[in-house]
């Protein structure tokens, strides 16, 4: 169920968000970033994914966001689940007047294919990284290196004030 925007606003500025991000691989190990046209994180290169929406099975919001992030079609139990992260963000989708606070489930997949077209509602365009390049670009967002950083895991629960 997609809500509408007063009472959207009032969910983001009142409690955590739930959502699922998108570790794509190719065949030669490079990871799939986007760069976000929307807030927050409006700019940086980041992983695909999305809110799960209410009422949404998290099996449903799987395959729903990898067709509208990806355009393909892939079977969760192909993805390894990497962990729950958490998100903090001092702008929200609409302006900086709240922060925003996601709860988000990780999962990692190798796709065989070649994606062709991609859809861009979300980013503006899409480039494979290595590992070792996505964590030297400082146009990388923190919490798409957390992914690839040894040692981090723990660190992704700090508070907004304890990651600063």
């Not at 799939?32 to 999305?50: C, H, S």
């Not at 099996?59 to 355009?71: D, V």
């Amino acid at each position: 169920m997609i809500l509408p925007e007063k009472v959207f606003k009032s969910v983001v500025a009142s409690t955590p968000l739930i959502s699922i991000d998108l570790i794509i691989r190719n065949n030669q190990g490079k990871i799939l970033l986007g760069k976000r046209t929307n807030r927050p994180a409006q700019g940086y290169w980041f992983v695909p994914g999305g809110r799960v929406l209410k009422d949404e099975s998290l099996e449903f919001a799987f395959k729903r966001l990898l067709l509208a992030e990806l355009g393909v079609d892939f079977l969760e139990e192909k993805a390894l689940f990497i962990g729950t992260y958490q998100h903090f963000y001092d702008d929200n989708l609409f302006d900086n007047t709240f922060s925003t606070h996601y709860v988000v489930l990780a999962y990692q997949m190798v796709l065989q294919n070649d994606l062709g077209t991609i859809p861009d509602e979300q980013h503006s365009s899409y480039i494979w990284f290595s590992e070792d390049d996505l964590l030297d670009d400082d146009d990388v967002h923190l919490h798409t290196k957390w992914y690839f950083q040894k040692g981090k895991l723990a660190d992704n629960n700090l508070t907004p004030k304890q990651q600063r």
